[in-house]
């Protein structure tokens, strides 16, 4: 088993490379469906994946630790904000950190977002997360059609704009081919 300092210190390197390199969104040519989870937020409400079946959603994975996630996570409220009432729904998920730590981190900076709690970093493993942050855009119909490797301003006009494209998008729909 690798020690838990390797594995802080490989995400604090994969993470700010990641926001160097500026990949952005690259979408799937054939998307899959959405691994199911079922979480607490800060308030110990459980979220599950099936209750946002209907409703397309993008979903972050953060660290307070990680300043690529801190720099991104003003752009993702502002982004929230907008897309609410076009039924896309902003969920970010932080593994392994206390409550306390989470909550203190979010009033300092101002963000309400809906955090989920992957105590045992379950969640982060099952999606596949190497390198924070890393976002997910999943579709109405519950299909992973995108994903962000590293800090974006998701709350450009142009990105936002992609997202909803890519919300919208069916499996059968070509706007899925693997690009920048």
């Known amino acids: 088993m690798k020690s838990p300092m ?5 995400f604090i390197l994969a993470s700010t490379a990641s926001w160097s390199a500026g990949l952005g ?3 799937y040519s054939e998307p899959k469906f959405a691994s199911d989870f079922s979480l607490p937020d800060l308030t110990g409400q459980i979220h599950e994946g099936s209750d946002y079946r209907d409703r397309a959603y993008i979903i972050s994975f953060w660290a307070t630790w990680c300043v690529p996630c801190i720099k991104e996570l003003p752009d993702l409220q502002r982004a929230a904000e907008i897309l ?6 902003i969920l970010t998920v932080n593994s392994g950190e206390s409550r306390e730590v989470i909550e203190q981190f979010l009033v300092q900076r101002s ?6 709690l992957d105590q045992d970093s379950s969640m982060l493993r099952q999606w596949r997360v190497l390198a924070l942050p890393t976002s997910y855009i999943v579709n109405a119909k519950g299909q992973v059609v995108a994903r962000v490797v590293g800090g974006i301003d998701w709350d450009e006009l142009s ?3 992609r997202v909803r494209s890519l919300a919208a998008a069916s499996q059968n729909d070509d706007s899925h081919r693997e690009s920048n």
């Open 6 to 10: 390797l594995v802080a210190l490989y």
């Open 25 to 27: 969104i690259r979408t």
């Open 84 to 89: 609410d009432d076009e039924n896309i729904t």
């Open 111 to 116: 963000v309400t977002l809906p955090v989920l």
């Open 159 to 161: 990105i936002l704009a």
